[in-house]
């Protein structure tokens, strides 16, 4: 399965972002899914997951009600919606399948991963 994630970019503090994943090989509809990022010098960080019809979605503490994590199984494809970025939230972002139908919030429960897009938000 391979995984792209899309949609970085550079924004000003308080802006906002969409952020894509789609699998090109096979379809996830089945899967759960979630999102990671990885700073300069630091670990992959959960972000966010989603089960495999959307309805269950988990957030890491510092991302909670400013994104919003949701999936479209018709178009293969997983967003992350992200308003209120702050210069923390600077980072790589990683787009991830589970095999089962839901994800988690460590990596070892993903085993698809993508080529990350880069979110610079300047202060």
């Known amino acids: 399965v391979q995984l792209q994630a899309s949609g970085g970019g550079l924004v000003h503090t308080g802006g906002s972002l969409r952020l894509s994943c789609t699998a090109s090989?096979?379809?996830?509809?089945?899967?759960?899914l979630g999102w990671f990022r990885q700073a300069p010098g630091k670990e992959h960080d959960f972000v966010a997951s989603i089960n495999w019809n959307g309805g269950a979605t988990f957030y890491a503490d510092h991302v909670k009600d400013r994104f919003t994590v949701s999936r479209d199984n018709a178009k293969n494809t997983m967003y992350l919606q992200m308003t209120g970025l702050t210069p923390e939230d600077t980072a790589v972002y990683y787009c991830?399948?589970?095999?089962?139908?839901?994800?988690?919030?460590?990596?070892?429960?993903?085993?698809?991963w993508g080529q990350g897009t880069q979110v610079t938000v300047s202060s």
């Open positions: 090989t096979r379809r996830f509809s089945n899967n759960g």
């Open positions: 991830a399948a589970a095999r089962r139908a839901w994800g988690g919030r460590s990596r070892s429960d993903y085993t698809y």
